[in-house]
Structures are given as C-alpha cells and as structure tokens.
C-alpha cells in the first residue's frame, strides 16, 4: 500500500507564491511518473502537472510558465512551485503515482488528505 501525504498549501495574495510537497512512502518500486492534480467543491479533479523520473514534464495550459514540478527521485517526492498565483488557482492540491493510458494518465494509488491553496487579497 503506498501513502501520499502532500503539504505546504496556505493564503496567499494574488501574485503571489507557495511550494507545495509531496512523500509517497510505502510498498513503492522504482516510480517513474508523478503529478499534481487540483479540485475545487463540485468539480472533478484536473491534472495541472506531470514529472518523469527523468525531469520530463507537461503542464496544464492554465498553469504554463507559472508552476513549475520537481522530483526528488531518492527521496520520492514531488514538489510543485507556484508562482503568480490567480484567484482562479484556488482548490485542494493533490500528488499521484501517474500511469499513462491513452493520451491521458491514470492516478494509480488512493488520494491524499490534499493541500489547500487559498488565492485571495
């Protein structure tokens, strides 16, 4: 069983930035793909950021140029640093084990408590 615990969320000011992290721990092998997802109340989690182990990486268009993830492939964490933050980036973050399936990806693993991310002045 792997266990997710994802950390650093908190209010911030528009503009503004936080880092959020992630420690998978647990019966884990060598994993290859991870992400950050995010929720708002009513709305489906939406995938905003993917890491190989390898430092390869895709963003949502909504979050291009402004997040950046980070892997730490001996320590399995994932990091996601958030810059110019909007009130619309508002929501519960979440990580992930990703596999792919088709063109999209599939979170492997049961979710986290999350980190909440408030965006507001």
């Known amino acids: 069983q792997v266990q997710l615990v994802e950390s650093g969320g908190g209010l911030v000011q528009p503009g503004g930035s936080l880092k959020l992290s992630c420690a998978a721990s647990?019966?884990?092998?060598?994993?290859?793909?991870m992400g950050w997802y995010r929720q708002v109340p009513g709305k489906q989690r939406v995938l905003v950021a993917t890491?190989?182990?390898?430092?390869?990486?895709t963003y949502a268009d909504s979050v291009k140029g402004r997040f950046t993830i980070s892997r730490d492939n001996a320590e399995n964490t994932v990091d996601l640093q958030m810059n110019s933050l909007k009130p619309e980036d508002t929501a519960v973050y979440y990580c992930?084990?990703?596999?792919?399936?088709?063109?999209?990806?599939?979170?492997?693993?049961?979710w986290g408590q999350g980190t909440q991310v408030t965006v507001s002045s």
């Open positions: 647990g019966s884990i092998s060598r994993i290859n793909l």
């Open positions: 992930n084990i990703l596999s792919p399936y088709g063109s999209t990806y599939i979170a492997l693993h049961a």
């Open positions: 890491s190989t182990s390898g430092g390869i990486t």
